[in-house]
């Protein structure tokens, strides 16, 4: 009898979740996805890339700069202050779920999960935030539209690969929504279950997994240590090379390397208390041996990225974290505020709901000297990614499905799987409202782009002198 009872409340528990979806579908129709026209008081994109600015180290922001002009897609990759801005202004259909807040196609890839399982997942959480599932789900898909415009395909095709990757989001969901708690929350996806899914044949997607698989497991901590470290008089050390790495001892012009260093130290003290004891006790038995600073990615380019050098038995049982600043998610202006008080916090504890395995050395900290959030990682470990550029039609709708699947478990895990799927439906509906919205916001960043590189040659935004 109690069973009984138990299984009539879950449907009961089930059909409520599904009737607050086509109840959702009802306030905000699908259709009304694909719209897009920009506000009449639409912020100045080139603004806001000031505003962003000036919350940087002063000599990286030329270097952000010139990352982003590289393409329409490169510049889009760090206009997620641009797109939350205007995602605000789009119909919302108030189900929430746990925001990746930039997903897209360059932030998900390959990692080693804690079993040392090569997983595949979203791999960027910096604006991680509560807020409308369908956020992250145009912006991935803007980001296939304008990958697709990037490499020449029509714009026919580049709304048919938009497509692809939220019918695979739908497809997900439905799967998922039926699935046990529990059994979501361990769902994992491997190498293995990309073999099953891929609908290639077997001769060429074995050939692809197999070269995609070996590049990721040569991105590892030996790899890094190999490629940024030296011996020098029997001591580990990290490799000086501007402008990309720069040790404590070669800093740039106002920075200090003993303050460098000491503020280092303190935040690695303030990390361990966000560990298990485990981790904690794993980490003991190492000591840091040398800081330097690192530049990374497009959209954080300026922010603050330490590479940690921890030496264990030897010069050679070394490996990295990578302590990278956590600053405020370009989504607080227009949802909830983050309920952690050290963005750092807020990113791991939104990493760890999202994904599906995550980091054993994930963590968060502060920097005493200044007062600013970091969080804390492994530098390197299976790090695996597919490259947008060269890529065919065929390869882009395969990773694009790929993203879209990915994305639908992160959003199941922490939202009501039921409730998504239901206002998704069963048909082409939405996936056919965001494949417009994507075409107009394309032509949106484009137009930005295009202002971007005006204040470039104005000099309204500097670049790395040639």
């Known amino acids: 009898m109690v069973v009984l009872q138990e299984s009539l409340a879950e449907r009961s528990a089930h059909s409520a979740a599904e009737e607050l979806g086509r109840s959702a579908r009802k306030s905000v129709p699908r259709s009304t996805h694909a ?30 700069h010139d990352r982003m002009r590289a393409s329409p897609f490169t510049f889009y990759r760090g206009a ?37 399982q090569l997983v595949i997942d979203a791999n960027d ?31 026919k095709l580049s709304k048919e690969l ?32 990309v073999r099953a899914e891929a609908g290639m044949t077997k001769a060429d997607l074995a050939r692809r997994v197999d070269r995609f698989e070996e590049r990721a497991r040569k991105k590892d901590g030996r790899q890094a240590v190999g490629k940024l470290t030296e011996i020098v008089d029997g001591r580990r050390r990290i490799i000086d090379q501007p402008p990309v790495v720069y040790p404590i001892r070669s800093l740039p012009d106002g920075y200090d390397p003993t303050e460098v260093e000491a503020t280092a130290r303190a935040a690695i003290d303030s990390y361990l208390s966000t560990l298990n004891d485990a981790r904690r006790s794993l980490l003991a038995r190492y000591t840091l041996v040398d800081v330097a600073l690192k530049v990374v ?3 954080s380019v300026g922010t603050r990225c330490l590479i940690l050098l921890f030496e264990g038995r030897s010069p050679n049982d070394v490996f990295f974290l990578q302590a990278k600043e956590a600053q405020a998610s370009v989504l607080e202006e227009f949802l ?4 952690y008080d050290n963005h750092g916090q807020r990113i791991v504890e939104g990493q760890r709901l999202s994904q599906a395995q995550s ?35 065929r390869q882009l709708s395969f990773y694009a499905k790929l993203c879209g699947t990915t994305l639908a478990r992160a959003h199941a895990r922490t939202g009501d799987a039921a409730a998504i799927a239901a206002y998704l439906g069963g ?31 104005s000099g309204r935004l500097e670049i790395p002198s040639a």
Not at 368 to 380: D, P, T, W
Not at 451 to 456: C, K, S, W, Y
């Open 35 to 64: 719209e897009w026209e920009p506000a009449p008081e639409r912020r100045d994109p080139i603004a806001m890339i000031e505003a962003q600015n000036a919350t940087r180290v002063p000599w990286l922001v030329p270097v952000r």
């Open 80 to 116: 997620a202050g641009i797109m939350a801005a205007d995602l605000a202004a789009t119909p919302n259909s108030a189900l929430s779920v746990q925001l990746g807040g930039d997903a897209h196609l360059s932030n998900f890839g390959a990692y080693a999960s804690p079993g040392r």
């Open 125 to 155: 959480f910096d604006e991680t935030l509560r807020g409308p599932w369908e956020w992250d789900v145009k912006r991935l898909a803007a980001s296939v539209y304008i990958a697709a415009q990037h490499l020449g395909f029509g714009a």
């Open 162 to 193: 938009t497509a692809d990757a939220t019918g695979a989001y739908q497809q997900a969901m439905t799967q998922f929504s039926q699935m046990g708690f529990l059994d979501l929350w361990n769902r994992l996806l491997t190498i293995e279950d």
């Open 297 to 299: 990615g497009v959209g």
């Open 336 to 339: 909830e505020p983050s309920p």
């Open 359 to 393: 980091d054993i050395f994930l963590g968060w900290t502060t920097g005493e000297l200044e007062q600013r959030h970091y969080y804390i990682r492994q530098l390197r470990d299976w790090k695996g990614s597919v490259e947008v550029e060269g890529a065919t039609p």
């Open 427 to 457: 048909g082409r509906r939405f996936a056919s409202a965001i494949a417009a919205f994507c075409e107009a916001y394309a032509a949106q960043n484009l137009a930005d782009f295009r202002a971007f590189e005006d204040a470039i040659d």
